[in-house]
């Protein structure tokens, strides 16, 4: 990932990028700055899931008999390769893949965000870009991450390339967050501005990307197994970078080459919970009136092999690597964070705080806190949280403690501010952190995407410290009335020239967020 940081000058300001870090020999608990280790585990986080690595992990080739090796299934090849792609790390794996395979790849075509090819040159990351003479066509689209026209002229003519397959030929699909976005063909007549509102008004309302993901299968060609349906009888691998929580391969990019278990009745409840039942347009109502009638049926995907090689899972195990190699205490609190912002950072907040107090051996009651912080964990269905395990194995600690994870929280947008959800949870704990009691124990929070693209923003996410609002206050910003028009971005922009911005630009992967605690002897 050293070509990365040529694009990262956002995080620390006070020195160029390539110059920061130094040589991993020279990092070391006593003369880093808190700022400068959270951004080198978050950049360990990412490097770990990048196309690359990951590919070469999965795909092993046997030139002499044409055999190609995935897992534990083998396919001959014989010019009989074809490949689709869709999502943020796309075109990235597509150069991995057709470097490895280009013998035998007959054509590919690959929906990518628009603008990447351009910001990956500019970075200097030419392993993540095509040859020219690629038999890989590259199509740009859903700006901002937002489907569009564009993006539809993509999905239909994968969908074009997957109809023409035979039972003699393969289709490696190649999948990656964002990729629902840039897959999208509505069943008619459903069109594709009435599905880009319908996913629009249930983001707004705090619906999570299972529940996002669930309508939009059920209003696609493409999407709830339809791409296998569209390339039957030929056989299909999918190799899947995960941006969902758990890693379920029926919910990442809405599943595209997995059978849809979600019935119409799920829709309805979906659109229920969310007040939306009442509004919708009648095509949509005429689609999901059909959908569990339709006489066609999906054939079964025993013609389909789905694979996740990268996951969050794999992004904090790097970080745990580098945190304990920089002589941290280091514990992954969980991979599977959701929930609302609000009720995330309060957790978090207090987290610092409860920690922060046992770390010190101050003689201070925290039962409380402590109790607050086992109903959040139960509110926010953080099963995997033993949240006494994680404070008693900090106890006592006499260096520095690092706490991660992983997932993809929701906001719900009450005002018309520019922000995402990093940011917007960096900032909310900034205020939790403010109100905890003196400590001898300084932190760090930081919350960032690995895509490198937070919301419609130029930033990952950002960092901050319990000082922050009395930082904030002195430059006579108004926290409260910032959060309260989802005006993150804003803030943090204002706030000592955007130090605290995390901007690394498209990193060509994404396996969702990494959230990072640190904690540190003053």
């Not at 006070?14 to 990092?27: D, I, K, Q, Y």
């Not at 808190?34 to 990412?46: I, M």
């Not at 919708?280 to 996740?308: M, Q």
Request: glycine content about 10%; overall charge negative; hydrophobic content about 45%.
């Amino acid at each position: 990932m050293a070509a990365t940081l040529r694009v990262l000058p956002g995080f620390v300001r006070t020195r160029p990028c390539p110059v920061l870090w130094g040589s991993p020999a020279s990092w070391s608990v006593s003369n880093m700055a808190l700022a400068e280790q959270a951004w080198q585990l978050f950049e360990g986080a990412v490097d770990a899931v990048m196309p690359g690595p990951m590919l070469h992990r999965t795909l092993a080739l046997d030139t002499e008999t044409g055999q190609l090796k995935i897992r534990d299934r083998n396919f001959k090849l014989h010019h009989n390769l074809y490949l689709a792609g869709f999502g943020k790390a796309v075109l990235g794996m597509a150069a991995v893949a057709e470097e490895l395979l280009s013998e035998h790849l007959v054509q590919g075509i690959i929906s990518v965000p628009k603008g990447i090819q351009a910001a990956l040159e500019r970075a200097g990351m030419k392993e993540m870009l095509l040859k020219p003479q690629s038999r890989i066509q590259v199509l740009e689209g859903a700006k901002d991450n937002l489907p569009d026209g564009d993006a539809l002229q993509a999905a239909l003519a994968i969908r074009d390339l997957a109809e023409g397959l035979t039972a003699d030929d393969l289709l490696l699909v190649l999948i990656s967050g964002g990729g629902s976005a840039l897959l999208p063909a509505p069943i008619p007549p459903v069109t594709l501005e009435e599905k880009q509102l319908l996913t629009k008004m249930l983001a707004a309302r705090g619906a999570t990307i299972q529940e996002l993901n669930t309508i939009r299968k059920a209003l696609s060609q493409l999407k709830g197994g339809g791409l296998a349906r569209a390339a039957y009888p030929a056989q299909v691998v999918s190799l899947i970078l995960s941006d969902v929580v758990g890693d379920p391969v029926d919910i990442i990019a809405s599943g595209p080459t997995v059978a849809n278990d979600h019935s119409v009745q799920d829709c309805l409840h979906i659109l229920s919970r969310h007040d939306l039942r009442g509004i919708l347009p009648r095509s949509v109502k005429t689609v999901l009136s059909r959908a569990d009638s339709d006489p066609r049926g999906p054939p079964g995907c025993g013609h389909v092999l789905n694979v996740v090689i990268g996951s969050n899972s794999l992004a904090l195990a790097e970080a745990q690597r580098r945190a304990e190699a920089l002589g941290y205490q280091t514990l992954v609190l969980s991979t599977v964070i959701e929930g609302d912002v609000g009720h995330l950072a309060r957790f978090y907040g207090l987290l610092a705080q409860v920690v922060g107090i046992r770390l010190s051996s101050q003689d201070m009651k925290t039962k409380k806190e402590e109790d607050e912080l086992q109903e959040l964990v139960e509110e926010l269905q953080l099963s995997d949280i033993k949240l006494e395990e994680v404070l008693q194995a900090v106890e006592g600690a006499k260096g520095p403690v690092c706490l991660l994870a992983g997932g993809e929280p929701t906001v719900r947008l009450r005002g018309s501010g520019k922000g995402g959800r990093n940011q917007e949870l960096a900032l909310r704990v900034a205020v939790e952190m403010s109100g905890s009691p003196p400590s001898a124990w300084e932190a760090l929070f930081l919350s960032g995407g690995t895509d490198g693209q937070d919301g419609p923003t130029e930033a990952a996410g950002a960092w901050v410290t319990p000082g922050l609002a009395s930082e904030a206050a002195a430059e006579g910003l108004d926290v409260a009335a910032f959060l309260a028009n989802n005006d993150s971005n804003t803030f943090f922009r204002r706030l000592k020239g955007g130090v605290h911005l995390l901007c690394t630009g498209l990193t060509g992967t994404n396996v969702m967020d990494i959230h990072l605690l640190l904690l540190r002897p003053c």
